[in-house]
């Protein structure tokens, strides 16, 4: 082999390492944000009795995506209204509060993040306490089902849905979705379409470099003991669908041994990386 052939399979080899080791080939890194929590008095409304958990303060977060020089928002936290205002008693279901300390937006300034910045969003549904601050986010491609597009706006707003927090949306570029959807193009981070808690409620699958596949539930369980007992909140708007979701979603962390972060566990909660840490 002569010394010019060395050379050039060196350069070769050199210029492959360079380019695994790029950001556009590298894994996706996952920020975990927190946007507050909600606690209740009383917990019969998610399909279960005051005795299956104690737990009744859930997590509220928000998650940043970064993948091949891009971003992706998902989950919006509660409304920022609520932000330094402390305990915030819930009109509409007493014996509930809610408490937000830092804005989602203050906490991506944290790592060097504007709401301009952010190139896709995506919801796992249109409740209160995963759109609060959507508005900010209508010059990013919103990424939804149609099920839920469909019900989102006007007369034909879901009466679950609170349209003052996302309304910008309506005006967004748009991607209307009919199923899982592949947002990157190479399987690294999903959404997969899992109906029932609302018309097109979704949940987020992530496969990482260092932490493995992992998916964020949305709101498909609130608790463990909803997991466990496949229990179905009153307030879901299909009970056959959520079960064949249930189904889909156990099926799809047994094939591909993925993790589940169920968004609204307390407990796994504290345990995470707040941003600016991240995973990767």
């Known amino acids: 082999m002569t010394n010019k052939w060395k050379q050039g399979v060196a350069a070769l080899l050199f210029a492959a390492t360079l380019a695994a080791c790029s950001p556009q080939n590298q894994g996706p890194k996952l920020f975990v944000m927190d946007c507050g929590s909600l606690t209740l008095k009383n917990i019969a409304g998610f399909g279960l009795t005051n005795d299956d958990t104690p737990v009744r303060t859930l997590f509220v977060p928000c998650y940043l995506i970064q993948h091949k020089g891009k971003s992706m928002l998902w989950e ?51 409740h209160f306490d995963h759109i609060g601050a959507a508005n900010l986010f209508a010059g990013a491609t919103w990424l939804v089902q149609r099920s839920e597009h469909e019900v989102a706006f006007g007369e034909r707003a ?8 996302y309304s910008a949306l309506e005006a967004a570029e748009t991607q209307v979705l009919d199923g899982d959807h592949d947002v990157f193009g190479d399987g690294k981070v999903r959404l997969i379409s899992l109906p029932g808690h609302t018309p097109g409620h979704m949940a987020l699958a992530l496969d990482m470099q260092e932490t493995g596949k992992l998916v964020l539930s949305g709101d498909l369980y609130h608790f ?44 796994l909660a504290r345990t995470l990386k707040k941003a600016p840490d991240f995973y990767q």
């Not at 919006?76 to 932000?83: E, I, R, S, T």
């Not at 299909?238 to 968004?263: C, N, P, R």
């Open 224 to 267: 463990k003991r909803s997991r466990e007992l496949k229990s179905v909140p009153v307030f879901n708007h299909d009970v056959e669908d959520t079960h064949s979701s249930m189904d889909k979603l156990e099926t799809l962390l047994a094939e591909t041994g993925a993790s589940l972060w169920i968004e609204h566990d307390m407990e």
């Open 158 to 165: 879901n009466p679950a849905f609170v349209p003052q927090y």
């Open 76 to 126: 919006a936290g509660l409304p920022l209204d609520f932000v330094g205002a402390g305990k915030v008693d819930l009109a509409a279901l007493p014996g509930a509060y809610v408490e937000y300390a830092v804005s989602l937006v203050d906490q991506l300034a944290g790592v060097d993040i504007t709401p301009a910045d952010v190139d896709y969003i995506a919801l796992s549904h249109l």
